[in-house]
């Protein structure tokens, strides 16, 4: 006697799984599930049912998201709005969540990431320092303004 398991019950497991391991968004957990074979139908019933429960929240993950990572990470806005539309978040809901981190914010982070480089440069002159701290700052995203106010500051600072 052959045993079919409900898609809807593989489908919750799956879901549940990925969400005990970090949070996630809608489309995350959508890829995740089309991944497995599970049918549309049933994808689109049980996301509205874990919205319904709060269990995910776009919003709510963005803004977590966007800020751990600013603080973390050093990233500017432009890396994590390309990382949030990797994990399917609306548009709109990327320029609301980004609009709370300002250009100073942006400054500010940036500061931290040259004087963090520069206490490992200190045996290479001041043209390699600067080299290798604006490649650092564009690696992660900062507008040419930014890295220069950042550099700037960092460097009349340092010396």
């Known amino acids: ?8 019950s593989v489908a919750t497991k799956i879901a549940v799984d990925a969400l ?3 949070a996630r968004s809608r489309g995350e ?37 966007s800020q751990l990572r600013h603080r973390s990470k050093g990233l500017s806005r432009r890396v994590l709005a390309q990382e949030l539309r990797k994990k ?24 931290n990431l040259v004087a963090k480089k520069l206490r490992s440069l200190t045996r290479f002159d001041s043209d390699v320092q600067y080299r290798r701290a604006h490649a650092l700052l564009a690696r992660k995203g900062y507008s040419s303004s930014v890295i220069s106010e950042a550099l700037r500051a960092e460097l009349l600072t340092a010396s």
């Open 29 to 65: 957990l959508a890829e995740i599930l089309k991944k497995k074979l599970v049918p549309d139908e049933v994808i689109d019933r049980l996301l509205d049912r874990l919205v319904a429960q709060r269990l995910i929240d776009d919003r709510t993950f963005a803004l977590e998201w």
């Open 20 to 22: 005990s391991r970090r």
């Open 1 to 8: 006697m052959d045993y079919e398991p409900d898609p809807y």
């Open 88 to 111: 399917a978040i609306a548009q709109e809901l990327i320029d609301e969540v980004l609009a709370e981190i300002s250009r100073d914010d942006e400054i500010v982070a940036a500061r």
